[in-house]
């Protein structure tokens, strides 16, 4: 009850210092407050609007995927407490890639929980940057950078109480952004989840880019990679990417499984695919000498 009752102050203080001023518009829209909810089996939905995180439970304590930003951090929290689990059961903290939307609250996720980080080898450096030196923002997003307990490479298993995470490197937004598979059960029916790392290249220079030569390459290789996955619950590192608040309004209807969208799924890598082709078109058009 007194570690229960010293988190309650530590969120209460950390809420106080941590104002939406710190944050523009764009991002204090992607971080309204939700209600957590079950997705499907031991995974549930403890993020914001748009910023999002996962909590997959299991016997022996919790996995946590994205602080989102250090603003986030006491909605995560207090999510987490509202369905029913408790802060410091989380043992190990996952981050899908190195942006201050995902990863700016890691360290204070760390102190709340003492958990375990992991993070692709790929985006181990700019991760302990914060951010700084990013190959496609340069310091444009700082935050406060966290050196991970532990690196990973393609095909890691993160096992812990039976439950088995998969990293899968899909590189392109950040050379190491991480999509995560397991299996979760369902009213006795198994299903497959994926956990989305972006696919986005938002303002990104992809023929020219002397930091990420390898960045359209990396882009081709993605694609192609989940494209041969067949997921049925489909989420990711941007609630917008999977219309998280239109199937929470389904939900609300009485809508069930309403996460389990194959079709979802590939119309969202389908779109995303053209986009990066029509960048990388337009800016080779635009470039003499574009990288292979």
């Known amino acids: 009850m007194l570690k229960r009752l010293s988190i309650v102050l530590l969120l209460l203080a950390f809420s106080a210092l941590c104002t939406f001023a710190q944050l523009g518009e764009q991002e204090r829209s992607w971080n309204q407050p939700v209600e957590p909810f079950r997705i499907a ?39 987490i407490v509202k369905l029913g689990f408790k802060v410091e059961d989380v043992k190990i903290l996952l981050n899908s890639h190195a942006h201050y939307d ?13 958990a375990k980080l992991l993070v692709s080898r790929p ?42 995470l998969t990293a899968n490197i899909t590189a392109g937004h950040t050379p190491g952004c991480t999509t995560w598979t397991t299996e979760t059960v369902e009213k006795g029916r198994q299903f497959s989840a994926i956990f989305v790392c972006s696919t986005s290249a938002p303002g990104y220079d992809l023929v020219k880019n002397e930091r990420y030569p390898a960045i359209y390459s990396d882009y081709q290789a993605t694609f192609a990679r989940l494209e041969r996955l067949r997921p049925d619950i489909f989420v990711s590192a941007h609630g ?7 199937k929470i309004e389904r939900m609300k209807r009485g809508e069930e499984n309403v996460f389990v969208d194959p079709d979802g799924y590939r119309r969202s890598l389908k779109e995303s695919r053209v986009a990066i082709e029509s960048t990388y078109e337009r800016q080779s058009a635009a470039s003499p000498n574009p990288q292979r």
């Not at 909590?55 to 999510?79: C, M, R, W, Y």
């Not at 204070?108 to 003492?114: D, G, H, P, S």
């Not at 700019?126 to 095909?155: C, Q, S, V």
């Not at 917008?240 to 239109?246: I, P």
């Open 240 to 246: 917008r990417q999977f219309d998280l608040l239109g």
């Open 102 to 114: 995902h990863a700016s609250g890691l360290n204070q996720l760390r102190r709340l929980t003492k």
């Open 41 to 79: 089996g031991n995974i549930y939905y403890v993020g914001a609007s748009d910023i999002t995180s996962y909590l997959i439970t299991t016997p022996k304590g919790h996995i946590l995927i994205d602080s989102g930003f250090i603003e986030t951090v006491p909605q995560i929290t207090a999510n």
């Open 123 to 164: 985006d181990f450096d700019l991760l302990a940057r914060g951010g700084k030196a990013d190959p496609n923002y340069g310091d444009r997003f700082p935050f406060e950078g966290t050196r991970a307990d532990a690196t990973f490479r393609d095909g890691k298993k993160v096992k812990l109480g039976g439950v088995i």
